[in-house]
């Protein structure tokens, strides 16, 4: 098992950056009130394709020799990381087949297809994800590149980290949404090299808790197929994921299902942004644990925003709508 290295996200900052946004970090005063802590939000959101994830693909893409750039890309994704894959494979003119569970958003699905991608639909278990996969990968001889559990990926996330160092002095802590460890594992790198002090949060739901009982077990335990509304949040860790957050996170703290909603509403309502309800987890643990973050230094990682606008997630019977 490779680990990447402090060097590996310096070179691979340096490969995607005329592919990626440096996205912006905003504030909320109101927000900051109700947190009782000063949080700084890192706007992945506005990132290419919509998401944290245009970084690690982009980086996995253009790292490729032209043999294997040839064959083309294929990853399974709940949705985020297919659609940036897809990205970063159109910008490179390379063929890229994501293979998605067919509950996924449709949104995402679009997402996929808009930007060339090809969708293999799968069950919305990591079994069926993994064995549909494999059947593709066989047929195509495609070069496959993992969501999460991919040395590349992992170094392409750590630049988002990179950035919000140079755009917030003195944080205190570092807080993430944590499914697979992709972002958490690539701001392990980052801060652990650059910013050792700073402390790693990653925020779960409650309804896909498998890294909190991970982390306290001290192994990894794995769901097969959990329901949470935070779609992006389902899947478990790896072993490459599972070595960042054993060795640097801080704690791994969890959100029900309706305190994610709420924090998603405050998000949308006070800053204006769109975003999706993985990224709201982090505040929504922020809210529920002030005590850990009170007069703090937060950075605050909105991992993504692409949403099914056709049904939010207020719009669902069972929080109301």
């Known amino acids: 098992m490779y680990i990447p290295t402090l060097a590996d996200m310096l070179v691979a900052h340096e490969r995607i950056k005329p592919y990626i946004h440096r996205t912006p970090v905003l504030t909320s005063e109101f927000i900051n009130k109700l947190a009782g802590a000063d949080l700084f939000f890192k706007c992945e959101n506005l ?3 919509g998401a944290f994830k245009a970084r690690g693909a982009s980086n996995a893409v253009f790292g490729l020799t032209e043999e294997q750039a040839a064959r083309g890309v294929a990853t399974h994704s709940s949705g985020n990381h297919g659609t940036c894959l897809s990205y970063a494979a159109g910008r490179r003119g390379i063929p890229c087949t994501v293979v998605m569970p067919h509950t996924a958003p449709q949104a995402k699905k679009d997402a996929v297809r808009g930007y060339g991608g090809v969708v293999v639909e799968c069950e919305p278990s990591t079994t069926s994800r993994e064995a549909v996969f494999a059947e593709v990968v066989a047929k195509s001889g495609a070069e496959f590149v993992h969501p999460y559990n991919d040395p590349r990926v992992i170094a392409g996330q750590g630049t988002c980290s990179r ?17 697979g460890g992709g972002m958490i594992s690539g701001t392990c790198l980052t801060l652990s090299n650059l910013a050792p002090n700073v402390k790693i949060y990653a925020a779960e739901p409650e309804q896909a808790d498998d890294a909190y009982r991970s982390f306290k077990a001290g192994k990894i335990i794995a769901d097969d197929a959990p329901e949470t509304i935070a779609d992006g949040l389902k899947v478990p ?4 994921t599972w070595h960042f957050v054993s060795n640097h996170v801080t704690d791994i703290l969890t959100a029900s299902e309706a305190e994610i909603v709420d924090a998603m509403k405050v998000i949308w309502k006070r800053m204006k942004i769109v975003m999706e309800p993985s990224s709201a987890v982090p505040l929504a643990t922020i809210l529920k644990n002030k005590e850990i973050f009170a007069g703090k230094r937060v950075g605050v990682v909105i991992t993504g925003g692409n949403v099914d606008l056709d049904l939010l997630p207020w719009q669902r019977p069972e929080f109301g709508g």
Do not use: C
């Open 47 to 49: 990132q290419k394709a």
């Open 163 to 179: 950035e919000m160092l140079e755009q917030v002095a003195g944080l205190d802590a570092v807080i993430a949404p944590i499914g």
């Open 237 to 240: 860790l790896k072993d490459l």
